[in-house]
């Protein structure tokens, strides 16, 4: 390739109070290890959002932060462009709630108007969810993959026809509780879980590559750097499903009592 690839994180100031920042690391660094020139760019509000990406990041934030990051990026037009020719963004929490048609602010759930991006729409959850989450993602080649991260939301997302659920929950919350977690619509994928997510899902972190790139990838070629990312995950599996059966005792024994 005769220019870098070049990851985006978008407002980092904004949306990026969970670390969420650390997806664009992963990202850089998938394509290094592999020989391949990669550049890992951070844009903040007032700054130009760069519409030659390869993929985009928007990460966790509060409230405020999410109505300015929609102003600002409305009003900057780079990341739509940079949609429309092909890029593709992966979008966390409250970043991803932002990227719908609208969703809730503020102690009286005042609507505002998303980017867009997403058939979804967030209002207020009767309860928050916070704690690890656990969810089934299926690949483009019909494998299934698990996803692990942390999930830390006031609102529930709901999908309308046009997005489809990027996966099933198999421990947490997601979306609303009904079984799914984030959205995909064209090369566009909203998810909840922080960890950071790309870290600790590192077939995630290459599908996200491969799809904006067109191409497939192949293996990390350090055998030892592998081993060390499948056994962290590994590691956070078993924390997860031990939580779970841990909380499954408790309630069998309180219905006992």
Not at 11 to 37: A, E, H, M, P
Not at 59 to 71: P, S
Request: with cysteine; charged share 25%.
């Amino acid at each position: 390739m005769n220019e870098p690839v070049k990851i985006v994180v978008v407002y980092q100031s904004l949306l990026g109070i969970y670390g969420d920042q650390g997806n664009g690391t992963v990202l850089t660094k998938r394509l290094t290890w592999r020989g391949i020139d990669a550049r890992l760019i951070t844009v903040e509000p007032g700054q130009p959002v760069p519409d030659d990406g390869a993929v985009y990041l928007l990460g966790g934030g509060e409230d405020l932060a999410q109505v300015t990051a929609v102003r600002e990026l409305k009003a900057d037009g780079g990341l739509f462009r940079a949609l429309d020719k092909g890029a593709v963004l992966f979008a966390v929490c409250a970043g991803y709630q932002i990227c719908g048609t609208s969703f809730t602010v503020g102690d009286h759930d005042e609507v505002m108007e998303g980017l867009g991006l997403l058939d979804v729409t967030t209002r207020r959850a009767p309860q928050r969810a916070v704690g690890e989450i656990l969810t089934r993602w299926t690949r483009p080649d019909g494998s299934e993959s698990l996803i692990t991260g942390f999930e830390n939301h006031g609102g529930h997302t709901r999908l309308g026809p046009d997005a489809r659920p990027f996966a099933q929950v198999e421990l947490g919350v997601g979306n609303c509780g009904d079984g799914t977690e984030g959205a995909v619509q064209g090369k566009v994928i909203g998810s909840y879980p922080h960890g950071p997510n790309l870290p600790r899902n590192p077939e995630l972190a290459d599908h996200l590559l491969e799809l904006a790139l067109d191409t497939q990838l192949g293996p990390l070629p350090h055998d030892r750097l592998n081993a060390e990312l499948d056994e962290l995950r590994r590691q956070r599996i078993n924390v997860v499903r031990h939580s779970k059966n841990l909380a499954e005792d408790t309630r069998w024994l309180g219905e006992r009592q």
